[in-house]
């Protein structure tokens, strides 16, 4: 595959560019194997559906073509189990979580990720706190019964959010 060049606006207001140089959903780290592609978080209900609302231009289209995404403020409603399970993004910022080259955070690293970027040693941070998300899957299983999509709600919409497909708990 051929590189191919991305050129957007960023949240501060800046032209950011990067490469495409995998092909779009594979060839990902081998620790990293998310439950959920980006199109698939997205319809499922995500972030209160206000997360990437800016930036459709930059992804393919059928990744919001059934996304639930809300025209005002972020809706929890929106989300599949219908919760707040969001920090701000003022905490990720003050935790220094962020990094500059994606200022939403893990999201839309991962879906520049899925889409075919590679950043080297940043791809290594953000996977490992996506590992990191582990021990809300054990907690679930620990205090769940099998089958009861419903227990934990906000815990189960938060590792929706970190593409572990929590219906399946």
Known sequence: ?????????DLMQREYSYE????TGRDFHPDFRPDLTPLEMLA??????K???????EFPKAWFRDAKLSSGRRDPSLNWFGVDASQPLSVWRARGWIH???PRGWFQWYCRYYYGRRMMGEDERQIGRWKAMRRHVAQLRRACDPGDRWC???????LLHWAYDSRKL
Request: aromatic share 6%.
């Open 44 to 49: 499922l209900g995500v972030f209160g559906g």
């Open 51 to 57: 997360y990437m609302t800016d930036c459709v231009e």
């Open 1 to 9: 595959m051929s590189p191919r060049r991305i050129v957007v606006d």
């Open 100 to 102: 500059p080259d994606d």
């Open 152 to 158: 934990r709600p906000r815990q189960r919409q938060a």
């Open 20 to 23: 495409l140089v995998a092909p």
